[in-house]
Structures are given as C-alpha cells and as structure tokens.
C-alpha cells in the first residue's frame, strides 16, 4: 500500500476476529516503527508492554471505561512514559510517545491489523492501578487494542482548509 493510503486506511477498530493469532515477529515490526520515531534531544523516553494473557487484558479493560474493543482485541500494548530519560530537555515526553503510537498505528495498518488508541494518562486517574497491572513504573499513556478487523469503519478524516494558516 501507497504510504498516503495507510494515513488514510488506519482508523480505529472497535471489533476484531476473536482468538486471531498475531505472530511475535508482527508486532517486533510494529514495535520497530514505534521505536524509530523522532523524540526530544533523542531522549526516546518509553517502553512498551504487549499483553497476550488474556486475564491480563481482562483486567486493563475493567480499569478503562472505554476499552471495551479489548474483548475481541488479539492483544495489547500499553505505551509508557518515562519522564527520568528526558536530560536536556524537559516536559517533551508526552509528544515523544504520541509520535511513538501514531507510529506503531501506521505500520500496524500497514501489515493489515486494526487498532484502537484508548488514552490513559492523564485523562484516567488511574495510573497506579495500571502501573501495579502491568508491573511498571513507568507513567501508562495509552493502551492500543490490537487484532484482525472485523469491522469496515466508515472514513472520518479529510482535508479542511480552514484548520490551515499560510503565511507566505
Ligand atoms: C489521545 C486519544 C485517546 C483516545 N481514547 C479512546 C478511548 O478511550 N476509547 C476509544 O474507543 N477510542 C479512543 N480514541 C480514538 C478516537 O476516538 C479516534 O481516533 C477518533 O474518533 C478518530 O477516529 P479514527 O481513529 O477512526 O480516525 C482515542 C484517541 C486518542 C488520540
């Protein structure tokens, strides 16, 4: 697929093929694109937690109200923040781990999976509960539901001139 077309096909997926087995050489792929986004003084202040057991995954859902997609989900990946990593610059993380996931979206829709983007932090007051989960200490910035579409969502993007300033 035409890189432009992946910006265009990725939206998010809400239902999936249930029980769909997504190989660990998949997702080291999707992991790789989500690494090589750019980050503040290359500070690269995340990690990722992928999530295949299933009471795992249970137990994410019953912390967020609207992760519900996880019960058809093949797994998830909870990306986080690490604030320490930052040493020049400060207060960038947060843009750091957006790059980082619309990354790992990208190259998810583009080996044909589907996922969804559910923000934790800081949103849900409830980074504790996920960091005690997951067992991390790192800050939980979104938890991405990921697995074989089983839905056709309807396009939702497009080009609004009026969102645009030029300044020639
Ligand atoms: C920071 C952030 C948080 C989001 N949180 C949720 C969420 O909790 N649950 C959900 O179903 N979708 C969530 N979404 C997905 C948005 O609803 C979705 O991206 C938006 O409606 C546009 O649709 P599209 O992704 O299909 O283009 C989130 C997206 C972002 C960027």
Redesign the pocket.
Known sequence: MEFSEVVKR???I?KYKPESIIQKEEIDKILTAAMYAPSSNNSRPWEFVVVYNKKTIEKLKNL????S?LNTASLAIVVCGIPQYEDLTKGYWQQDCGAAIENLLLEAANSGFGT????IYP?LNKTKEFQEVLEVKSIPL?LIALGVPDEE?GT??FFDKTKVKIME
């Open positions: 990725r939206h998010s809400r967020h109200p609207y992760a997609m969804c983007w559910c923000g949103s979104a969502p939702k993007g």
